[in-house]
């Protein structure tokens, strides 16, 4: 089965600060794979995905993420945070039409 | 927008009570999930439903859950005698295709 590390538990950061978030999935074939993010007292939404075709997606609110199918990765990154980015940040594979979890980063943005 | 909507947003129990938890996904969605998070861990696949019965469930799972869909718009999740671990944030969700899914807001479940 497959298994999702986020290698961030959590992550503090200045406004303007570069951000990237690792994630790595546990094994190959085609994969399509999810960003999603949750902001204080709200639900998950979704943020970017990843079928196929280019490797570079964009998602919502100037956010981006990399497939690198031969290191099983999927970074999240975004070149200038915002305060109103701080929130809980999930990678997410669909295996069988469930979703697999990471653990989850939590992005602390400082004013 | 269409959103994923869950009933009720708290609920708090004593261990060996039945609860239910309710989801009215987006109506013209096919494909129906229940996850859980546990404080502090990943959030975690429960069970799939689609036409009408499950397609998969998890080791999680077991004989004190169940789902039904009973009036072709609620999504409901019951447990039928809640132990302490099952405290916990549950989430359903939604997909027409199979593809992106959408989630509702939570039902925070806490057993005493």
């Known amino acids: 089965a497959q298994s999702v590390s986020q290698h961030n538990h959590h992550v503090i950061l200045s406004e303007a600060a570069s951000l990237e978030l690792g994630c790595n999935y546990s094994y190959g074939g085609t994969v399509n794979l999810f960003w999603y993010v949750q902001y204080p007292g709200q639900h998950l939404q979704l943020l970017l995905k990843y079928f196929s075709g280019d490797p570079l997606v964009k998602g919502i609110k100037g956010f981006e993420a990399e497939f690198i199918k031969s290191k099983f990765s999927f970074n999240l990154r975004k070149p200038s945070v915002q305060w109103s980015d701080t929130a809980e940040y999930f990678c997410?594979?669909?295996?069988?039409?469930?979703?697999?979890f990471g653990q989850g980063t939590e992005l602390s943005v400082k004013p | 927008e269409p959103e994923v909507t869950q009933t009720p947003s708290h609920q708090v129990t004593q261990m060996g009570q039945e609860v239910i938890l309710r989801c009215v996904p987006i109506?013209?969605?096919?494909?129906f999930y229940w996850y859980r998070q546990i404080l502090g861990q990943k959030v975690e696949f429960l069970v799939s439903f689609y036409n009408n019965e499950i397609s998969e469930k998890s080791e999680i799972f077991d004989d004190q859950f169940s789902v039904e869909r009973p009036d072709g718009s609620n999504f409901t999740l019951k447990i039928r005698s809640t132990k302490l671990e099952d405290s916990a944030m549950y989430f359903c969700a939604s997909t027409y295709s199979g593809g992106e899914q959408y989630f509702g807001p939570g039902t925070r479940l806490t057993v005493t």
């Open positions: 997410a594979v669909n295996e069988e039409g469930k979703l697999i």
């Open positions: 109506s013209n969605h096919l494909y």
